[in-house]
C-alpha cells in the first residue's frame, strides 16, 4: 500500500468520523426572573413559588428553556439597577421578566426615579441581547390617587416606548382577596402562586413560540 493511498484512507475515515459523531445538543435557553420578594417566593415552599410552577409548566410542555430566579426580597428598582449587569453576566438569559417597583410603591419613592431604574435595567438587558418582558404592579392608596395612578401608568409608558411586552398586573385576579394573601397582607399565599404564573404566562408564552 503506497503512503499516497494511506493518506487517501486516513483522510476519507477521518471524514467518516467527523460525519458519524453527532453534533452535541444545544443547551437550553435560559428565562431569567428578576423581581422582588413576590417573585422569591417569600414565604412559601420553593417548589409552590410561581417561578417554581414556571420551571414545571415549560417541562411538562417540553419547552426548551431553564428558569434562574434572581428575585431578591425586599429589592427596589435601584437595587436592580445596581444588581443586574452581574444577573446578566451570570445567566446570559435569552428572555429577562423584570418584576420590580412594589418597594418602592410602599416606600411613597419617586416615581421619576423608579422610571429611570427601570428603564437602565431594560437597557442592560437589551445590550446582553436579551428579550424583556415587563411586569406592571399597583401599590395601595396610601399615598392617594395621584400617585397610584402615576405609579402604574409608568410600566405602560416604558412597555410603549421600549416596545416590549408587557403584563399589566401582576397580581391581577386577586389583589382585593385578602385570604390569599400570607397574614402581613402583602405576600401572596400558596394558592395564588398559579394564578400569577398564569397572568404571566399569557404574556410570556408569545415569546416562547
Known sequence: MTRRFVLLWVWVLCGIVQWAIPAPAAAARTILVFGDSLSAGYGLPRDKAWVSLLAERLKQNRIDYTVANASL???????????????????????????????????????????????????ACRKANSRVVLIGMRVPPNYGSAYVNKFHAVYGEIARRYQLPLVPFLLDGFAQERDWFQADGLHPAERAQPVILDTVWKTLATLLK
Not at 436592580?80 to 449587569?85: F, H
Not at 444577573?87 to 419617586?110: C, E, F, M, Y
Request: charged share 20%; no cysteine; glycine share 16%.
Open 73 to 123: 426580597s425586599g429589592e427596589t428598582t435601584l437595587g436592580g439597577l445596581g444588581r443586574i449587569n452581574a444577573a446578566l453576566t451570570r445567566h446570559k438569559p435569552d428572555i429577562v421578566l423584570i418584576a420590580l417597583g412594589a418597594n418602592d410603591g410602599l416606600r411613597g419613592q419617586s416615581i421619576d426615579s423608579m422610571r429611570s431604574n427601570l428603564e437602565g435595567i431594560v437597557t
